[in-house]
């Protein structure tokens, strides 16, 4: 949190490692052009958990301080674990996972904060739904971790800007050759693939305060490994002509999933560098490794890494809620409260361009008593029938529980039993103040490999 520059720690492989640099000096076979790459970014939020403290007491920045996972509830902090520190705690020496006695004689300053995940999980919702926007498929994999698919949304930059090239050129006495023109598109697909990771950077650093370390490259792997390249506030872009030059003298374990053991195993076999485990014969990794572990490293090694970025659409949700002007019990002011709302979500969700499987509604009382029912469907849906269809039957839900917990007062205090389920009679004894609509399950509308909307409706829970 102490780095206030605009422009972050940045890397162009391409000229760190004085590979083939793109522009017109290129071969035509040597082409930079991500054009028919995948565009893959890894983002990692820096020293998360401090930087999240940072945010809420920020007389914290610049101090070496640590996040600490605890049993004490109350009073001063003497035992525990350090979850994470700051960058001025780790200059000292303390690190992850070092008992807290330990940190206090490498730190005798360090200042403690318990852990508090609901809280950091709040920042990263946040941070989540601004990398949402920047990808066309986002895969969250950990709080402060994320991949990012953005190929359309590059490709779509790339087209903008060669149109608004072809605008140009229809005024120019002098037609660029069709070399100068890849030349030119290949050379701004660069600079485009560069500005858009800084402007991810700055999104998440100006919506929410936080510094992050970023990789692109065309697979997941090497993604990752560029975000790991400069800590903290890196950016490293990795072309895929750049991607052996880059990948050579790297040790091994650089490799997500690559720990001791297996270096040490891979050691012995003469191999520490992943140049070395590229050019070592698959069967021989296979033979020491087995078909999956073994074959999955020598891809990766070799820049081959086809692993799909996939969206975690059990996390992935769409909502929205209402507050009721009056609180009421009226189911049909109900449904019609929950059809506007139906609208605006709808909306949301054409704009994003989403299908989704699972409609979920919330119920507030006066009280603050907090209900949610939802169903899933069979099949991805893109309608919005598909929403304000299956409300009315949300809604019915709730009739089960509001009798038990009726029958359970008439039972205790003698109060009648008012009869349910019928027409637009007061089907639960407290108001309800506040009404949401969840759709969760979601997964982008691409166009291709559509599957028929299906109109049965499996109960979720
Ligand atoms: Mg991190």
Redesign the pocket.
């Known amino acids: 949190m102490n780095n206030d520059s605009a422009i972050p720690d940045f890397t162009q492989i391409n000229e760190l490692t004085n590979n083939s640099s793109p522009g017109p000096s290129s071969d035509a076979g040597q082409s930079d052009s991500w054009n028919d790459k995948r565009v893959v970014v890894h983002v990692?939020?820096?020293?998360?958990y401090p930087s999240c403290e940072e945010l809420r007491f920020p007389l914290l920045v610049g101090k070496p301080h640590a996040v600490i996972m605890t049993r004490e509830e109350q009073g001063r902090i003497t035992k525990g674990v350090i979850a994470s520190c700051s960058y001025e705690a780790k200059k000292m020496g303390v690190r992850s996972a070092m008992p807290l006695s330990t940190a206090l004689k490498a730190c005798p300053d360090l200042v403690l904060n318990r852990v508090d995940i609901p809280y950091y999980a709040t920042i990263s919702e946040k941070v989540m739904k601004v990398l949402h926007d920047c990808s066309d498929i986002l895969e969250q994999t950990s709080i402060?971790?994320a991949f990012l698919d953005c190929s359309d949304k590059i490709h779509a930059l790339v087209i903008h800007k060669h149109k608004a090239t072809e605008v140009d050129d229809s005024v120019l006495v002098h037609r660029p050759s069709k070399r100068e023109c890849e030349s030119v598109r290949n050379l701004s697909n660069s600079h485009l693939i560069e500005d858009f990771a800084i402007s991810i950077k700055n999104k998440i650093k100006s919506e929410c305060g936080l510094l992050t370390s970023v990789g692109v490259a065309p697979t997941k792997s090497i993604a990752k490994i560029a975000s790991d390249f400069r800590k903290p506030d890196g950016l490293t872009i990795v072309p895929p002509t750049a991607v052996p030059n880059f990948l050579e003298n790297l040790e091994v374990e650089r490799i997500s999933g690559i720990g001791t053991i297996t270096k040490k195993s891979l050691k012995q076999m003469g191999i520490e560098t992943i140049g070395q485990l590229a050019r070592t014969d698959v069967q021989t990794l296979v033979h020491r490794f087995g078909n999956k572990y073994g074959i999955r490293m020598w891809k990766i090694a070799k820049g081959l890494d086809e692993d799909p970025v996939r969206p975690r659409s059990e996390h992935v949700s769409l909502s929205t809620e209402y507050t009721l002007p009056n609180f009421t019990k009226d189911k049909q002011r109900l449904l019609i409260h929950f059809d506007a709302l139906t609208d605006e979500l709808f909306r949301r969700i054409q704009r994003k361009g989403y299908r989704f499987r699972t409609v979920g509604i919330k119920l507030v009382h006066a009280d603050f008593v907090v209900e949610t029912r939802e169903r899933s469907y069979l099949h991805y849906q893109d309608t919005r029938q598909s929403i304000s269809n299956a409300i009315p039957g949300l809604l019915q839900k709730f009739y089960s529980t509001v009798t038990e917990r009726q029958e359970g007062q008439a039972a205790n205090n003698m109060i009648e039993n008012r009869p349910l389920n019928t027409g637009t009679e007061l089907f639960i004894n407290v108001p309800i103040r506040k009404i949401g609509i969840k759709i969760s399950n979601l997964i982008l509308n691409r166009g291709s490999g559509k599957e028929e909307g299906q109109s049965s409706i499996l109960d979720y829970l």
Do not use: Q
């Not at 990692?44 to 998360?48: A, E, T, V």
């Open positions: 990692d939020l820096n020293s998360f402060d971790e």
